[in-house]
């Protein structure tokens, strides 16, 4: 238990510190931002209450908006995702259900339902970032533009780090 608890306190504080350190200065033409962070939320245990989650959400946004001065836009997106994530883990969860212990990653969904899974999470959470940040439908065509590809950017980060960690728990 307390194992578990250190293995994501650390996972939590490299996440933050990659996307501050690292993919913040990640901005091609003001377009492509990837936001990696969010892996965090979408790969949270999934005997965790719905309380809990919103909480690390909550705490996850504000630590990367403390970092970004982005006033609480992050917060905001971070706890959308967190609040819809157990409708689309029942959406997308495997026929024979999850274990108590289990978390939704690529080992426990499968490739094809994680990958819809997380491109679900992380479009909607850009979505909604990007037209926080806008905060006008005048740029409707630029915001979806600017989502779409950070979405791209930010499905082939996820994606590579759930293989990483993969092929990490396949030899141990």
């Not at 719905?50 to 001065?69: E, P, R, T």
């Not at 982005?70 to 994530?85: E, K």
Request: with cysteine.
């Amino acid at each position: 238990m307390i194992i578990d608890i250190l293995k994501y306190l650390g996972s939590f504080i490299l996440l933050v510190f990659l996307q501050v350190l690292i993919l913040n200065n990640i901005q091609l033409s003001g377009y492509i931002n990837p936001y990696l962070y969010i892996l965090f939320i979408i790969t949270l245990p999934i005997q965790l209450k719905k309380w809990a989650i919103l909480v690390i959400a909550f705490v996850l946004g504000i630590c990367i908006d403390m970092f970004c001065n982005t006033g609480g836009l992050h917060a905001a997106a971070t706890l959308l995702i967190a609040f819809i994530r157990e409708p689309l883990l029942d959406l997308f969860s495997p026929r024979e259900g999850f274990n108590a212990s289990s978390k939704p990653d690529l080992n426990q969904l499968g490739i094809q339902s994680f990958l819809y899974y997380a491109l679900v999470m992380t479009s909607i959470h850009h979505l909604f970032f990007f037209f926080l940040e806008e905060f006008s439908f005048s740029e409707f065509f630029r915001v979806i533009f600017r989502s779409i590809l950070s979405v791209f950017f930010t499905m082939i980060l996820i994606m590579i780090s759930q293989y990483i960690r993969f092929d990490k728990s396949e030899k141990s």
